[in-house]
């Protein structure tokens, strides 16, 4: 009896290396797959990690233009204090022909607000009395035998009141643009010596 035989198994075919690719569907090792692309998230983690940018940049130099880029950047929600300018200026000469005009103007609209408000306190005094009874006070003070006394309210009638009020309301016409006129003068001989008043100009906040 023959004893059965166990199979041999079948011997594969050997392929020596190839200097070059096989062609696609044929015999022999098949090139290794080329990989899918990576999306971005992989490649800038990729980059990171090998120490360059995404776009092969050295991740220091990417940092710095970053840090630059935000430093240009604007704050939207700072807010901006506007700057107060200031100029520092000095009167160094004042004309006196100006200030004689302007001393003159301002000198008449004051005699005649003095003759306006001299005129309505008269007749306030008036419609109160005032003038009656002190009036009949001094007239009974001063009466003598003859039966004559001090008539104040002759003396202090309206008339009289406004043409003294407008004597005193013309010298200080005169007096004031005098002196305004004479204190320009004085101010210009001593800021030749002192340099004159310094002011500080500033904008409005």
């Known amino acids: 009896m023959t004893s059965a035989q166990p199979s041999q198994p079948q011997a594969q075919p050997h392929y020596p290396p190839q200097a070059y690719p096989a062609p696609p569907g044929g015999p022999g090792p098949q090139p290794p797959q080329a990989r ?3 999306d971005s998230g992989e490649r800038d983690r990729a980059a990171r990690d090998s120490g360059r940018g995404p776009a092969g940049v050295p991740a220091e130099d990417e940092a710095e233009d970053t ?3 935000s430093a240009r950047r604007p704050r939207t929600n700072a ?3 506007p700057r107060v300018r200031k100029a520092r200026l000095r009167v ?10 302007v001393s003159f103007l301002l000198s008449i609209a004051l005699g005649i607000c003095t003759i306006v408000a001299v005129s309505v306190l008269w007749m306030v005094l008036d419609a ?3 003038f009656s009874s002190i009036g009949a006070t001094l007239g009974e003070a001063t009466e003598s035998a ?3 006394g001090f008539d104040l309210e002759s003396f202090l009638s309206l008339p009289r009141v406004l043409l ?3 004597v005193i309301a013309a010298i200080d016409v005169v007096l ?3 002196l305004a006129t004479l204190a320009a003068f004085v101010y210009n001989l001593s800021a030749g010596f002192v340099g004159g008043v310094e002011l500080t100009l500033a904008e409005d906040e």
């Open 36 to 38: 899918p692309p990576r």
């Open 67 to 69: 840090g630059h880029a």
């Open 79 to 81: 807010r901006t204090i």
């Open 92 to 101: 160094a000469k004042i004309d006196p022909w100006s200030v004689m005009k």
């Open 128 to 130: 109160m009395g005032v």
């Open 146 to 148: 003859d039966g004559g």
């Open 164 to 166: 003294f009020t407008s």
């Open 176 to 178: 004031a643009t005098a």
